[in-house]
């Protein structure tokens, strides 16, 4: 069954220090997304891609990098941690139309 | 610039009610409307989307929906609602020339009491 995974599911980390959340899709979808989601702001765009080897700055790109190095995987990657990154990361993929899918979410702790 | 608005943050009906969830968009072009549903802990899953024709449009597990451009709204219902309804509901608007980028409304939390 096609699906959108994410490794890992739960994360602590120190501020300062490095994370990289993964992301996989067996849909074979071009775009690829990644989003926080915080009680009172919902769902907030970090960065998404149009296929291997793009990334694109979404509406909250600060602190956070992408990488895409295949049409299945996408990781953000967040060089420094800070306790505001403490959030849900939710990946996506999709062909657009407002029509996305949705991984399970990473719950990311940074204290 | 789109908006969504969802104007009710919680709404609560007993188990076999029908129930709209409601949903308002600004937009002046041509657009993408979709709904998703996010039960507790897990990622959003995509219900039904519209983007011309029938503005009735059936989704999965008995949802639809109904586009009205006069009303710029794109309101859910279900006729008869299962405990396993119980979730946090989003509405989405897409550009129709700019499709990548989904705006999620804030959503509504459906609580539906046995």
């Known amino acids: 069954e096609a699906a959108v995974t994410q490794s890992p599911r739960n994360k602590v980390a120190v501020t300062g220090g490095k994370v990289t959340l993964s992301c996989n899709q067996t849909?074979?979808?071009?775009?690829m997304y990644w989003y926080r989601q915080d009680t009172g702001h919902g769902l907030r765009l970090i960065h998404y891609?149009?296929?291997?080897?793009?990334?694109e700055k979404g509406d909250i790109p600060d602190g956070y990098k992408a990488s895409r190095p295949s049409q299945e995987n996408f990781s953000l990657i967040l060089e420094l941690a800070t306790p505001s990154q403490t959030s849900v990361y939710f990946c996506?993929?999709?062909?657009?139309?407002?029509?996305?899918?949705f991984g399970p979410g990473t719950r990311l702790t940074v204290l | 610039t789109q908006t969504v608005s969802q104007s009710d943050a919680h709404v609560t009906v007993f188990e076999g009610d029908s129930v709209e969830l409601r949903c308002n968009y600004s937009?002046?072009?041509?657009?993408?409307l979709s709904w998703y549903i996010q039960h507790h802990g897990r990622g959003l899953q995509f219900l039904l989307k519209y983007y011309s024709g029938n503005p009735v449009v059936q989704g999965v597990n008995g949802f639809k929906a109904e586009f009205s451009k006069s009303d710029s709204s794109f309101h859910l219902r279900k006729a008869s609602v299962h405990w396993s309804d119980s979730a946090v509901y989003f509405c989405?608007?897409?550009?129709?020339?700019?499709?990548?980028?989904?705006?999620f409304g804030k959503g509504t939390h459906l609580h539906v009491l046995p």
């Open positions: 891609s149009y296929g291997a080897g793009s990334t």
């Open positions: 937009y002046g072009g041509s657009i993408y």
């Open positions: 849909n074979n979808h071009n775009n």
């Open positions: 996506a993929s999709g062909e657009g139309g407002a029509e996305q899918y």
């Open positions: 989405a608007v897409s550009d129709v020339t700019n499709a990548y980028k989904v705006i």
